[in-house]
């Protein structure tokens, strides 16, 4: 394994987690690491303490694949904590050409997981349905407002986490819609460390609690699980749909202004309704590098037989 290009792909897993609307676990499974990451996160249980009392630390730490771990949570952390204000920024100021990216991303990412589907069937069309009304369903609740407090810190940790592993379900859209994602963000770029803490200890229960349900189905019910999910992607699709009116706003925690309800537009007319350009052509131009960019990871995978 190319440690090296664990920690890229964890770069690349925090870079997509920092955006509403987009998983980092759609990235592990573009990226072909999906399972290495559930199995490895799967086997920090009390078989892996029994190895360290009886072999010592260094057989437990192969036991959980540790490096792996490591080199891929390492690029995650540096991703956030470095590229958290640049994609703010990207979101504020150039957010039809950004958000055509993850939209060109996410239909690429469909494609892929469905070539591993091995059987088509009514029973799986059902489960990929199921999984698009769940998602979607989602995407249309409104926003809470949860008080900033040590508990709400550590449960928005615990709750983002499980969807960040998800491929489809953002943990930042969960955190937008428990009114905890201006909180966490503005802690990450003020390096808040008490905040960092409780949010983190947050992740690490819900990681160790959730991979454990999710590897044990994907390896019973693959096929299944796998249609699931995929219909997670589809039904996020129109949230990340690039072209919306805002049709209300709220005021967050910060005192800004931020859209709360928004409908989606044609490109064709988005111009006409909200007196701004479309972007459309550089938009058309940012989806084709997104689906270039999941088709060579793909093509790099096959080669490097990751």
């Known amino acids: 394994m190319n440690y090296f290009t664990t920690f890229l792909k964890g770069m690349a897993m925090g870079a997509a987690d920092v955006v509403p609307g987009v998983s980092g676990g759609t990235i592990a499974f573009i990226t072909g690491i999906y399972d290495t990451l559930l199995e490895s996160i799967r086997r920090i249980n009390p078989t892996a303490i029994g190895i360290w009392k009886r072999e010592g630390f260094t057989a437990a730490f192969a036991h ?142 819900g990681l160790l609690s959730f991979s454990h349900l999710l590897s044990r189905l994907l390896n019973s019910f693959r096929d299944f699980t796998l249609i699931f999910l995929t219909g997670l992607m589809m039904g996020t699709l129109p949230k990340i749909w690039p072209w919306k009116e805002t049709l209300s706003w709220r005021t967050n925690s910060s005192g800004e202004q931020v859209p709360l309800i928004e409908q989606n537009l044609s490109p064709l007319n988005y111009e006409s309704i909200t007196s701004e350009p479309a972007q459309l052509i550089i938009s058309v131009v940012m989806m084709l590098c997104a689906i270039a960019l999941v088709l060579g990871l793909e093509k790099f995978g096959e080669k490097n037989d990751i």
């Open 64 to 205: 959980i694949n540790g490096l792996f771990l490591i080199a891929l949570f390492g690029g995650v952390l540096t991703s956030i904590a470095t590229l958290a204000k640049l994609i703010s920024w990207l979101l504020e100021t150039h957010p039809i050409p950004l958000w055509s990216f993850f939209f060109g991303l996410i239909l690429v990412s469909i494609f892929h997981i469905l070539k591993q589907i091995e059987k088509r069937s009514l029973s799986r069309l059902v489960f990929m349905l199921l999984g698009i009304a769940f998602a979607y369903s989602i995407t249309v609740l409104h926003p809470l407002q949860l008080e900033v407090t040590n508990f709400n810190i550590l449960l928005a940790g615990a709750i983002a986490i499980c969807a960040m592993i998800l491929p489809g379900i953002s943990g930042s859209f969960i955190l937008l819609l428990i009114g905890m994602y201006t909180p966490v963000l503005a802690a990450v770029k003020s390096f808040q460390l008490d905040v960092l803490m409780l949010f983190l200890s947050g992740c690490v229960i």
